[in-house]
């Protein structure tokens, strides 16, 4: 059953509300985001994933204030992929307000682990229908937030590729840059990329490293740009 028009006008309200408080993350890190030209502004943003690496846990609310009001509203309401599978202890006891919180932002959950049917058309078929009704889709292909400093980028997983060759959607390859330094503020970079698509000819586990490599090599252009 599809979603009806009220509850899609509840994402939306939330999401603007989310990024409106959201700039209380500027407390905390100084934030930038870094565009090709008449990217997001030439039209509608629409039937688009947004792919970025996983730093922090609050990376989506980087990424959605280094849009920018104007870019934002192009793009809303994003429907963002996540888990329901919590290992830290405290996002376990937080569970039952992240699970409001995700149906007021309209994130599409994974199924748990212990389902029996994991299978990418049974994961990411809500996603998929999100891209077909036209909306933008949010995913951080590592599946996890990385720890490591060497390689910056961890494995993508084939998801990312199963949802651009079934719905046909442009990628914006997006990479989040964080300083090490972490006081007063820490710096964050946000490098969107060009619109792709993956190549025809890649199967599922090549079209990923295919784009990890035109994320790594955005991250490298922040760093880059931030002098580290």
């Given at each position: 059953?599809?979603?009806?028009?009220?509850?899609?006008?509840?994402?939306?309200?939330?999401?603007?509300?989310?990024?409106?408080?959201?700039?209380?993350?500027?407390?905390?890190?100084?934030?930038?985001?870094?565009?090709?030209?008449?990217?997001?502004?030439?039209?509608?943003?629409?039937?688009?994933?947004?792919?970025?690496?996983?730093?922090?846990?609050?990376?989506?609310?980087?990424?959605?204030?280094?849009?920018?009001?104007?870019?934002?509203?192009?793009?809303?309401?994003?429907?963002?992929?996540?888990?329901?599978?919590?290992?830290?202890?405290?996002?376990?006891?937080?569970?039952?307000?992240?699970?409001?919180?995700?149906?007021?932002?309209?994130?599409?959950?994974?199924?748990?682990?212990?389902?029996?049917?994991?299978?990418?058309?049974?994961?990411?078929?809500?996603?998929?229908?999100?891209?077909?009704?036209?909306?933008?889709?949010?995913?951080?292909?590592?599946?996890?937030?990385?720890?490591?400093?060497?390689?910056?980028?961890?494995?993508?997983?084939?998801?990312?590729?199963?949802?651009?060759?079934?719905?046909?959607?442009?990628?914006?390859?997006?990479?989040?840059?964080?300083?090490?330094?972490?006081?007063?503020?820490?710096?964050?970079?946000?490098?969107?990329?060009?619109?792709?698509?993956?190549?025809?000819?890649?199967?599922?586990?090549?079209?990923?490293?295919?784009?990890?490599?035109?994320?790594?090599?955005?991250?490298?252009?922040?760093?880059l740009k931030e002098g580290q």
């Amino acid at each position: 059953m599809g979603e009806s028009i009220s509850y899609r006008s509840i994402v939306v309200a939330s999401q603007y509300a989310s990024w409106l408080f959201g700039q209380l993350l500027r407390l905390r890190y100084s934030i930038r985001g870094q565009f090709p030209t008449g990217l997001f502004e030439r039209n509608r943003g629409h039937c688009l994933i947004l792919a970025a690496n996983h730093r922090t846990y609050v990376d989506l609310g980087l990424l959605i204030i280094a849009l920018g009001y104007r870019r934002f509203s192009t793009l809303v309401p994003v429907r963002t992929l996540g888990t329901q599978d919590f290992r830290s202890p405290m996002l376990q006891w937080l569970k039952p307000l992240i699970k409001i919180i995700y149906r007021l932002e309209g994130v599409i959950e994974l199924p748990p682990e212990q389902y029996d049917d994991r299978s990418l058309p049974e994961k990411l078929r809500g996603m998929l229908v999100a891209l077909h009704n036209g909306e933008v889709a949010a995913i951080f292909p590592e599946g996890q937030v990385w720890r490591k400093h060497e390689p910056p980028i961890g494995e993508f997983a084939p998801g990312v590729v199963y949802l651009q060759k079934k719905s046909r959607a442009s990628v914006v390859p997006i990479a989040i840059w964080l300083s090490e330094r972490r006081w007063p503020r820490r710096r964050c970079v946000v490098e969107f990329g060009e619109l792709v698509r993956i190549p025809e000819d890649l199967d599922q586990d090549t079209g990923a490293a295919w784009l990890r490599e035109r994320v790594l090599k955005l991250y490298e252009q922040a760093r880059l740009k931030e002098g580290q």
